[in-house]
């Protein structure tokens, strides 16, 4: 292992014509001659002796502090926009914006005329219904006349009224899947208002829903599981139940 004497101090003078560098610049030119140094030492060789190992951690020391010091730069030279794009932010959140902490007034209006317009939906909605069934029963009659008429066909009258039943049968039968489909709507402007349906699950039974998802969604469930796990072993949980874990020495 070959490498050259470290020197990450005073930086080349900058001549009074050129502009100072900027925070970037000089992170960029530290890190820059680190890792040229780094390239020197880390040549595939092992380290052979404590004096080298030393060197290494020094070289190791100095990239992690010139890593901070980018850090810190990068902090400040992205706070003015940082602090620009909250107060932006923070304006728009008291129009459109919806928060644990605040609900834009466009939001509000939103959420009230929607509320405004639930019950008059669902009354709609509940009539559609009820006009559906009279419908559907009374195609339901009619198709049941129609079957009769085909039956009792015996004169030539008693054939054009069998088909005028027919005929009256399938009319009937459309129009109620047609207020069958009909859905409530409040039209005034844009895309119409109507009812959707939500679904909010409540677990009545972990260890069931567990074993249906094991079966059914089983890679889900194993990412999970590591995931899990991985926090577990993380926080110094290191004897878990179906886990195997190892031991490996790193350095820091």
């Known amino acids: 292992m070959e490498g050259t004497d470290m020197n990450t101090a005073a930086l080349a003078t900058i001549g009074h014509n050129n502009p100072p560098p900027s925070p970037f610049d000089l992170s960029k030119r530290q890190i820059g001659e680190l ?7 880390l040549d595939g060789d092992p380290i052979k002796s404590q004096a080298e190992a030393d060197m290494v951690q020094k070289l190791l020391r100095s990239i992690q502090e010139a890593t901070n010091e980018a850090d810190e730069r990068r902090k400040d030279e992205c706070r003015p926009h940082d602090e620009a794009k909250a107060e932006i932010q923070k ?105 959707r349906d939500y679904y909010e699950p409540t677990v009545v039974s972990e260890t069931e829903l567990a074993r249906y998802l094991w079966t059914e969604h089983r890679h889900e469930m194993s990412a999970f599981l590591a995931v899990m796990a991985a926090k577990l072993v993380a926080s110094g949980v290191h004897k878990i139940p179906g886990v195997e874990v190892k031991r490996e020495r790193r350095p820091v």
């Open 91 to 195: 304006r728009y959140n008291a129009l459109i914006g919806k928060t644990k902490k605040v609900t834009g007034i466009a939001i509000l209006a939103t959420d009230a005329c929607k509320e405004a317009l639930a019950p008059w939906l669902q009354q709609v909605e509940e009539e559609n219904r009820r006009k559906a069934e009279e419908a559907r029963k009374e195609a339901e009659e009619k198709q049941r006349i129609a079957m009769e008429a085909m039956r009792d066909r015996k004169t030539l009258d008693d054939r054009e009224a069998a088909e005028r039943a027919v005929a009256e049968a399938k009319a009937a039968e459309a129009e109620a899947r047609k207020i069958g489909n009909a859905k409530a709507s409040a039209k005034g402007a844009g895309r119409a208002v109507t009812l």
């Open 35 to 41: 890792y040229d140094e780094a390239r020197n030492w």
